[in-house]
């Protein structure tokens, strides 16, 4: 058996890849670690989002967990950073998410969170890894009084819309926003939640039937809000995922404002009220140029990590930083909270918006963008794990890294996965999707269409090596 564990947890396709026996298992093993903590009666969380698989792994998860002596304690449909909020508030020894975050309603996946609130670290993860490749045979299972049992918290959701809403001061009222709620996690908490705070706000895409999360809506396929709120005179737009962990954003003329943005206008804000940790922003290798560019005119640092929030937050951690995030709209603010998370981004950005009262579209026009070109290349499992290696492969990157830097003798070259491009005309990042069957090509430069061509080339040379 390969590793499960990915950068976000363990995922896949629902009832292929993630089977019940799995789930079972997997509830089995974190009980079982849990004891060697001295927990022989552990108390474990489960959430779930809204795609149909989830009843199914929920019911799997909580057998297994019980059958080594854990309670469970079902959250029912929750965002995922509630879990990770509710599993410290609530007591518990650890928390699960069943979701697959902006994936399909095909796919699912197993999220597990220590009692601090904070993703498992890898030796827990190595320890659940190593109890999974056993037989479950050798288990010794507890009997009578001493078997888990479930139960209900109806509370879960208020308990997570009240720590959201104790995160800023007054209320939101004078704004008027729509909600993409992308059929998840958000359908169950956001209207309520910004209702209370005073917000005027229109919901779409939050009637979940199973099937139609994340289909054709929410942060991944933003289109859908971005002409709602320019045809309806909204102030802006706000877009979750299916687990609600982060949010994109609409001005009032429909563009999209994504998580560089949003950071750069929170960031600006937190500076300016002295509640920035060290003057620091911690990204990724993701980050856009301009945002770079945008630190250095404002006096603020940049850390950049690997592609991530899991990264993001280590380095947070280890450094004594306390905001940072990326730009697909995983933003964490670390004084609130131990995970990005949607809600509260909305809910802070829209704090801000709120005290300049200016239009969303000045607001973000913080700093500029370079342009960038992203292509997703489908790729088989044994491409996805030669792509480092294919000397075809990593000679096409090189090429586009000497068309940037052939003026500049100072550039700066890392590693091929983690490489920058540096103090030239562009860059180029080519990396391995963490969670997918995909080779990320990510280019940015002064001119679209040179990138564009050049993105495409490199697409093509992945495609015929490692399809």
């Not at 209900?152 to 001061?169: F, Q």
């Not at 779409?204 to 709602?228: E, M, T």
């Amino acid at each position: 058996m390969g590793r499960l564990f990915g950068t976000d947890g363990i995922r896949g396709i629902a009832n292929i890849e993630i089977t019940c026996e799995l789930a079972m298992n997997i509830g089995r093993a974190v009980s079982l670690v849990l004891k060697k903590q001295n927990k022989d009666k552990a108390k474990v969380l489960i959430g779930k989002d809204t795609r149909l698989s989830s009843d199914m792994l929920e019911g799997a998860l909580t057998a297994g967990l019980c059958s080594v002596g854990a309670d469970v304690v079902i959250l029912g449909v929750v965002p995922t950073p509630a879990v990770a909020y509710l599993v410290k508030e609530y007591q518990a020894d650890a928390g699960i998410m069943i979701s697959a975050s902006h994936n399909p309603y095909e796919f699912n996946g197993i999220k597990v969170f220590c009692k601090d609130g904070y993703k498992l670290p890898d030796c827990m993860e190595d320890e659940i890894e190593n109890i999974l490749s056993r037989d479950s045979k050798t288990i010794n299972y507890p009997e009578n009084y001493k078997v888990g049992k479930v139960i209900k918290k109806d509370t879960a959701t208020d308990d997570y819309i009240e720590h959201i809403k104790s995160t800023i001061e007054g209320d939101l009222k004078g704004l008027k926003v729509a909600f993409d709620c992308s059929n998840g996690s958000a359908s169950r908490t956001a209207e309520k939640l910004f209702k209370s705070l005073g917000v005027q706000c229109h919901m779409i895409n939050n009637n979940p039937n199973g099937i139609n999360i994340n289909k054709d809506c929410g942060s991944v396929h933003i289109g859908a809000l971005s002409r709602f709120v320019k045809d309806n005179n909204f102030d802006l737009g706000i877009a979750f995922d299916g687990d609600a962990d982060r949010c994109l954003a609409i001005d009032e003329n429909g563009r999209v404002i994504d998580g560089d943005f949003i950071m750069a206008i929170c960031a600006q804000y937190l500076k300016s009220n002295g509640r920035l940790a060290k003057d620091t922003v911690v990204g990724t290798v993701m980050t856009n140029m301009g945002f770079n560019k945008f630190c250095s005119e404002n006096k603020l640092n940049f850390i950049s990590t690997k592609v991530g929030d899991r990264y993001v937050l280590e380095a947070m951690l280890k450094n004594g930083y306390n905001f940072g995030g990326e730009q697909s709209g995983h933003i964490i603010f670390l004084d609130f909270a131990t995970t990005g998370d949607g809600q509260l981004t909305a809910v802070q950005l829209l704090k801000i918006v709120k005290e300049k009262n200016k239009k969303f579209s000045e607001i973000s026009n913080i700093m500029k963008k370079y342009p960038q070109v992203m292509l997703n290349v489908e790729v088989s499992k044994d491409g996805k794990e030669k792509f480092p290696y294919d000397k075809v492969v990593t000679d096409a990157i090189e090429d586009v890294k000497r068309r940037f830097t052939k003026n500049d003798k100072n550039s700066i070259s890392r590693e091929l996965i983690d490489d920058v491009t540096a103090g030239a005309t562009g860059r180029i990042l080519v990396r391995a999707s963490g969670t997918e069957p995909l080779v990320r090509v990510m280019l940015e430069g002064e001119d679209e269409n040179e990138i564009m061509t050049m993105a495409d080339s490199v697409a093509q040379v992945i495609r015929n090596r490692l399809v």
